[in-house]
């Protein structure tokens, strides 16, 4: 009996009952307050465009597998999850082949190249929707108004609407639109992307992730809290005039600070290192958003830190117990 109790195991000791489908299946669960959102307020139309998405994604993994006869993953939910957010980066009113090119780009060329799950160097919904935004900024910017304003099957195509930061911006400036209320802003009634509106049913997926510890708070309040006290600071009518929280309420800020920037893959993997990916993805949003010529900076911001990402964790890795500095 003795001998059984000092029988030692491989490492890890650690163990968890965590799978991958049980995390991918979490984020995902995690994202369906958003697409409801998303379809109430714009229409039926969002929902398919969501459901192209996510099909594409699943399709495109699948198909590759089975040519590179490597094993068949797509039920581990991680292509959904890149469909959905991928989806959640679109306008409603984009053409139905537009998912179908961004999930091939987002899937083979920045997932399965690389290795597959876990090997991508960024965010593969992020990096789908940089492609589709530079190859075809017309359609990935036409922008429709919240159902509020328009029939729940009407034609999304005939409605046009600025967002949010356009409209702060100055950009919108010359179609006379005033600025959404807060309140807008937090429930989702204004003009954006399908899932990145509704700031309440992200905070809601967030809460269930956290709850989960899926996902910890450094990265996102870190991006967030930069965010909102460097566009205070560097306001447009002088220092220390800017309005922090119309910022931290638009745009893909809450979906880029919860469900982006926190990929496991394309993160930094230490806590000092979540810190830093969070302050620099809120400075370098908060540079494009107040002196850049876009009015988004959430999607390029996690991209550049998410290369950045090895760097980071080299220079903040801890020191390994009994290590000796050099020139001690």
């Known amino acids: 009996m003795l001998n059984n109790r000092l029988i030692v195991s491989s490492s890890p000791h ?26 109430l307020y714009f229409g039926f139309r969002a929902l398919i465009v969501t459901v192209v998405t996510i099909l594409s994604c699943v399709v495109w993994e699948y198909l590759w597998q089975k040519m590179c006869k490597k094993p068949v993953t797509v039920n581990d939910w991680s292509a959904a999850v890149t469909g959905i957010l991928l989806a959640f980066n679109l306008p409603a009113a984009v053409p139905l082949w537009i998912p179908v090119v961004g999930s091939f780009f987002a899937i083979i060329i920045v997932k399965q190249l690389f290795g ?29 108004e919240p159902f509020t304003k328009m029939p729940f099957f009407g034609n999304v195509d005939a409605v046009s609407a600025a967002t949010p930061l356009g409209l ?26 399908i899932g990145e509106t509704s700031a309440l049913a992200l905070l809601l997926g967030a809460g269930y992730l956290l709850y989960r510890r899926i996902i910890n708070w450094r ?4 991006f967030i809290t930069t965010v909102a006290v460097l566009t205070f600071i560097f306001g447009k009518s002088g220092f220390f005039t800017g309005d922090a929280l119309y910022h931290v309420l638009s745009g893909g800020l809450m979906l880029g600070a919860f469900f982006m920037a926190t990929d496991y893959a ?3 993997v230490t806590p000092k290192g979540h810190i830093v990916m969070g302050i620099g993805c809120g400075v370098i949003t908060s540079v494009i958003r107040l002196y850049g010529g876009y009015p988004e900076g959430v999607s390029y911001s996690i991209l550049l830190m998410n ?22």
């Open 14 to 39: 650690v163990r968890s009952e965590e799978t991958v489908n049980r995390i991918m299946l979490d984020v995902f669960l995690a994202l369906t307050p958003a697409l409801i959102a998303g379809t």
């Open 116 to 144: 597959g799950l876990g090997q991508n160097f960024m965010n593969p919904a992020l990096a789908a929707r940089a492609f589709l935004l530079a190859s075809w900024p017309t359609s990935m910017t036409k922008w429709v």
């Open 168 to 193: 702060i911006q100055g950009a919108e400036a010359a179609a006379g639109q005033e600025l959404p209320r807060y309140m807008d802003l937090f429930l989702g009634n204004i003009g954006g992307c």
């Open 219 to 222: 990265i996102p309040v870190t």
């Open 266 to 268: 394309s993160s930094p």
């Open 307 to 328: 290369v950045a990402a090895p760097l980071i964790d080299r220079y903040t890795i801890p020191v390994k117990f009994g290590e000796v500095k050099a020139g001690a």
